[in-house]
């Protein structure tokens, strides 16, 4: 496919894509209206990604899979805002309201003004700037008059168009990038269980997420924005109302808050505003209050305003909610990850729309620094926060024998030691056959580091724990075919290529089962030294911390970690049991050096398909990797080598129709005996 021909087609293909894509993005998170599948959306996403992939120069800057993929920067550029970003006065009474209304009254000279009340979102403003309707700029507020140029991390909010519907030649809109609810409590619970501390509120998690100066991690954390202001409009008619400007930002293709509303006067902005508070709880996003705004532009200018901020907006904030409360007790979960967390049982109470009965405690030295205990009566809040917080315990109701609280020496889960490493707030479960880690050291064991066991993601992993077939990694080498192709969405053939897999795996050389294991401080790197020092698994098993410590690039905390897993018995009895499976427990003969420069497969995406007569799968696919190469599950247009054995089947088809470089087994061999790989 890389004749003009094939270019042709797949540059019409691509302009078609970008076509629907704008589209359907628009019905999606403007309209509300989504007409296809998120599936299908996310299919045709994909295809144009894999066009450009192919054909590098049909990637235009507004195609939407330009979201992704940007390297991280070292800093971020200043930029000077064409018009200020200005902050907003409070008012936290109807009263400061009526006060606000009367200052605007007079500087209009009595001239009465309609008013719009928007939701106020709890993120981070931002500025961003379309020409000829093209994204160009995405930039922080800053100071208000200098931001940040964030660029590279706008790009990836799925809800900022990188196209407008209408090209409007010069756009500058603004408005907040939040972190919706939903999104905010999995990104704490996943730093709580990386054992990482966890974002006081979804402000604090937006902004760092846009300050990441690694997109990608950007990309990662499903960013929001809903665009609360048409700041700049030429090569239009600009609008005569606040109100006309929004309607202008929705037909150009940006999210508006559909919460927003008109008012006359100040009675029916009171009223929108209590409709709004009883409202808040079941919004998606966090708001700490509403903001009411003169509608008449003209009327906006008339009313002028302080350096800081504007007289024709104010931002009335509603208050924290706060309830008292009793601990009933303190449990310990352990998370995915075997972070264990304190999590204090309550007394039921009603707090801000919900019945709360729960708070989590985070971590050790959180509950020691507000010394929570059982049966304290405890303060909670929420306020900007999605998670009620213990703020403070009321100590004049703390019962006589109340005791400072202590984090259980083993796992609640299954009874292995808990550790703490230095530095870390987090408390782990050291067991690898813990019930609560299961299906993450499952995937950690089958990943490419590890066992490289392709086949066995997520939702099959998930399947075999449902349904009893595994509890841990040993139990993988003795998986029948029968459940196994019982399963949903298996078949007899999906059976026999996992277990091919599976088997495949047992001859991989030490250093990736140690890998494979999971052992805290041991990555690949670590894994490969210690297989290198120690040449089998017994030898780093019996090995005491000094040992260990010898060993190059092995410091206290690792060998540590190391002496801890096996000083498990549970641990150990897993290790036996892969042995005795016949999994691989020695390193490889000779470490290589790196690949040797004249490898065939250096930087080489490589697919196997079919039988190769003279080695096995895993065999293979170690030999590539000891050359510099990847060895890939399906081919795509990132396919640089197929190596084709007897039996081939539609991998091979399709390596033909992306017009991918053949290899036969024969050749093969002969590129392996010429790199100096040894069987
Ligand atoms: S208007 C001069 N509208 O609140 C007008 N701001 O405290 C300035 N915010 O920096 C902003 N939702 O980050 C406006 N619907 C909304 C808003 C909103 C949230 C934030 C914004 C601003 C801060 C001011």
Redesign the pocket.
């Known amino acids: 496919m890389t004749g003009p021909s094939g270019r042709e087609g797949a540059a019409r293909r691509a302009e078609e894509l970008r076509a629907l894509i704008a589209r359907h993005r628009k019905l999606y998170y403007v309209d509300d209206a989504p007409e296809i599948a998120d599936a299908e959306y996310d299919a045709l996403e994909r295809e144009l990604l894999a066009i450009e992939t192919e054909f590098p120069d049909l990637a235009t800057e507004d195609s939407p899979t330009r979201r992704v993929g940007g390297e991280p920067a070292a800093a971020f550029e200043t930029w000077r805002h064409r018009a200020p970003l ?3 006065d409070n008012a936290y009474s109807e009263e400061e309201l009526r006060e606000w209304e009367d200052r605007l009254s007079k500087a209009l000279d009595g001239a009465r003004a309609g008013y719009v009340v ?4 709890d993120g981070l ?1 931002i500025s961003a700037i379309w020409r000829g309707g093209v994204l160009d700029r995405g930039v922080t ?1 800053g100071d208000g008059r200098v931001g940040e140029d964030v660029t590279t991390n706008v790009r990836t909010i799925r809800s900022i168009p990188l196209r407008l519907a209408d090209p409007i030649p010069y756009l500058e809109a603004r408005g ?1 990038v939040f972190l919706p609810r939903a999104a905010f409590e999995d990104l704490n619970r996943q730093r709580e269980e990386a054992g990482e501390p966890p974002f006081a509120n979804p402000r604090n998690a937006a902004a760092g997420s846009v300050r990441l100066l690694d997109p990608r991690v950007t990309a990662s954390r499903r960013l929001d924005c809903i665009f ?2 048409a700041a700049v409009v030429e090569g239009r008619e600009a609008p005569a109302t606040h109100w006309e400007g929004l309607a202008l930002l929705r037909g150009a293709g940006l999210r508006t808050n559909p919460r927003n509303r008109r008012c006359r006067d100040l009675e029916e902005v009171l009223r929108a505003i209590e409709e709004l508070r009883e409202e808040r709880h079941a919004l998606p996003y966090e708001i700490d209050g509403a ?1 009411v705004k003169v509608d008449p532009l003209a009327l906006q200018a008339r009313a002028g305003g302080t350096s800081k901020f ?1 007289r024709w ?1 104010v ?1 009335f904030k509603y208050p924290a909610e706060q309830a008292t409360t009793r601990v009933r007790a303190i449990v310990v979960q352990v998370g995915r990850t075997g972070v264990l967390t304190p999590v204090a049982e309550l007394d039921p109470v009603s707090l801000a729309g919900t019945t709360v009965s729960r708070a989590t405690l985070h971590n050790e030295d959180e509950v020691r620094r507000k010394d929570v205990r059982v049966g304290d009566t405890v303060f909670l809040e929420k306020a900007g926060e999605v998670i009620p917080r213990v703020v403070s315990v009321v100590l004049p109701k703390r019962p006589q024998d109340a005791v400072p609280f202590a984090m259980p020496g083993s796992c609640p889960a299954c009874g292995a030691a808990v550790a703490r490493e230095e530095g870390e707030v987090a408390s782990r479960c050291t067991g690898a056959s813990c019930p609560s880690k299961r299906r993450e050291t499952l995937l950690h064991f089958a990943s490419r580091g590890g066992m490289d066991i392709q086949g066995l993601g997520e939702a099959l992993v998930d399947q075999l724990l449902a349904g009893n077939l595994v509890r841990d990694v040993a139990d993988l080498y003795a998986l029948a075919p029968e459940p196994l192709a019982a399963l949903a969405r298996m078949g007899e053939k999906s059976a026999k290529n996992l277990l091919d897999e599976i088997e495949a795996s047992k001859a991989l050389p030490l250093h990736r089962v140690l890998f494979g294991l999971g052992i805290r401080q041991v990555g690949e790197r670590a894994a490969r030294d210690l297989a290198a020092a120690f040449e089998s698994m017994d030898g780093i098993e019996a090995a005491p911390v000094e040992r260990l410590q010898e060993v190059p690039e092995i410091g206290p905390k690792t060998a540590a970690a190391i002496r801890l897993f096996f000083d498990q018995p549970g641990n150990r009895a897993l290790v036996r049991r892969l042995a005795e499976a016949g999994v691989n427990m020695r390193a490889e003969a000779a470490p290589a050096a790196g690949p040797p420069a004249e490898s065939p497969f250096a930087g080489k995406t490589v697919v196997l398909t079919g039988t190769l007569p003279a080695r096995s799968r895993g065999e293979a696919k170690e030999a590539i990797e000891r050359l510099g190469g990847r060895v890939a599950s399906s081919v795509s247009a990132k396919t640089d080598l197929v190596v084709a054995g007897e039996d081939a089947g539609s991998k091979l088809d399709r390596a033909r129709l992306l017009g991918i470089r053949v290899i036969g087994p024969e050749e093969f061999e002969a590129a392996l005996a010429k790199a100096g790989a040894k069987r």
Do not use: G, H
């Not at 928007?118 to 979102?121: D, V």
């Open positions: 200005l902050s907003l928007e939701p106020k979102i403003s507020r907040e609360y202001v903001v504007p907006a931002a």
